[in-house]
């Protein structure tokens, strides 16, 4: 068995009814390239194949009425592919709205806690096409917040895909066993035993940090800071419904911007979101005279020896959407990643890892539905959303033997911060995924629509 991180636990111990937390992506496939023709079954047969290599798909979470601790994910020996694997067909004309409203409602719905937590839905039927016969299907993925990150649901689905359409599948992998009640509980009596002497290493680093934190503060080179975020339409309680859209972009447009300006990827895009959100804000009249702020995770991958599934840090980011210029914005927004990567780095990459060990299940539940019933959401958003840039391979990928033409991303929604925008760069394209809560974002479309218009301000301002 594998104990859960705090920090992986504390996903499960968040998730409610109208705040699901699982990750999703939803793929554009091209059929025409699967071997021997695509047909469900086919596809079925090499997923079947590849999840022998993946064990983390093939685990359960397990957990004893005795354990101080976190749950374990166990070997599930009833593994059934089936229960996972979905098939489903689009309305006619199977476009863009047919396809993000069924995507919205798989988005909506919990995961089974009694099996493996993800799913895969095959959506049948896009653009109108006979996915038989040179068509096109999309994949809707869906895993835990628990189980992966942003890098490691990226390496998940590396695993599903691979360079070559008729990629032999890897050797098989043993999971990680299983785990009985006593010895969970055992295991988590030590681990809990072992809190003090963890604690007492964790209280001068933390120390440490907040006088770093207020040094830069009055040096005026500190981050933005939470609850600072101005009130926004998408700042409230969501329900459990969810809508969804995505864009896709160029990446050698994103390259000419950065090039011109001499900044980073990240802050074009960032820019790029900032463009949005201010056009959508103020078509509305609803533009607040201060930034917007984003909550920005920071992948620790490889610079933390902490165990866990999620290995990320946050920083807070100002989007500088009162900026009316676009080349002033991306400036702007630029000079502000910059210090929040530097006050994060002093803050300590595991910061974060460290203090979800102590949290205890139940504060995590109890302090989110305290503030969504306590109207703080609304009046004092800890940010206005999560932006996310997920890296990808620059090459063409086949996932499962069909062609990937997109693989948008999309992130969780909170109570306070209902709209979660995560790029993902893949094969010379920016693939953007927004998604909301209906109730607070009833047009996402309108905004995923706007990432042109913005992307164009931005190559118009570099010339």
């Not at 022998?52 to 005795?66: I, T, V």
């Not at 070997?75 to 229960?83: A, H, I, K, N, W």
């Not at 929604?413 to 925008?421: D, V, W």
């Amino acid at each position: 068995m594998q104990r859960l991180s705090g920090l992986d636990a504390s996903f499960l111990y968040l998730e409610t009814p109208s705040q699901p937390m699982h990750v999703c992506s939803i793929i554009d496939l091209v059929t025409s390239t699967m071997p021997g023709g695509y047909t469900f079954d086919r596809l079925r047969e090499a997923l079947s194949l590849r999840l022998k290599a993946m064990p983390q798909l093939r685990e359960k979470l397990a957990n004893s009425a005795l354990n101080l601790d976190h749950p374990v994910w166990v070997d599930d020996e009833s593994f059934e592919l089936d229960r996972h694997l979905h098939r489903i067909g689009l309305p006619p004309p199977g476009g863009r709205t047919e396809l993000s409203e069924i995507c919205g409602h798989i988005a909506s719905l919990p995961l089974d806690r009694r099996r493996p937590l993800w799913e895969m839905w095959v959506i049948e039927g896009v653009a109108g096409t006979d996915c038989h016969r040179r068509g096109r299907v999309a994949v809707m993925t869906k895993v835990h917040h628990c189980g992966v990150d942003g890098v490691t649901g990226a390496n998940l689905m590396s695993q599903l895909c691979a360079t070559e359409a008729d990629a032999p599948p890897p050797d098989p992998v043993d999971g990680v066993g299983g785990g009985s009640g006593w010895q969970i509980a055992a295991g988590g009596l030590v681990r809990f035993a072992t809190r003090p002497l963890q604690l007492a290493g964790m209280v001068p680093r933390t120390v440490s940090s907040v006088v770093a934190t207020v040094r830069k503060a009055v040096e005026g080179q500190a981050m933005a800071r939470p609850f600072t975020a101005p009130r926004t339409a998408f700042n409230a309680s969501i329900t459990g419904r969810r809508n969804i859209a995505y864009a896709q972009l160029d990446l050698e447009d994103v390259k000419k911007v950065k090039n011109r300006f001499g900044v980073k990827v990240n802050d074009v895009l960032m820019a790029l979101v900032s463009g949005v959100l201010r056009q959508y804000l103020a078509e509305r009249n609803a533009l607040p005279d201060s930034s917007l702020v984003a909550a920005v995770p920071v992948s620790v991958h490889g610079k933390s020896d902490r165990p866990g599934r999620n290995q990320v840090s946050a920083m807070f980011s100002r989007l500088h959407t009162q900026v009316a210029g676009p080349a002033e914005r991306l400036k702007a927004i630029a000079e502000a990643n910059s210090v929040a990567k530097e006050h994060s780095s002093v803050i300590g990459e595991s910061l974060l890892q460290d203090w979800s060990q102590f949290a205890a299940p139940a504060a995590f539940g109890i302090a989110m539905r305290l503030y969504a019933r306590t109207r703080l959401t609304a009046s004092m958003p800890v940010h206005n959303l999560v932006v996310s840039n997920i890296p990808g391979p620059q090459v063409p990928l086949y996932f499962l033997g069909c062609e990937v033409k997109a693989m948008y991303p999309l992130g969780p929604i909170f109570h306070g911060s209902g709209l979660n925008i995560t790029v993902m760069s893949l094969n010379g394209k920016l693939d953007v995924g927004l998604i909301s809560c209906p109730e607070l974002v009833p047009d996402l479309w309108e905004m995923a629509d706007d990432f042109a218009v913005a992307m164009e301000e931005l190559l118009a301002a570099a010339g």
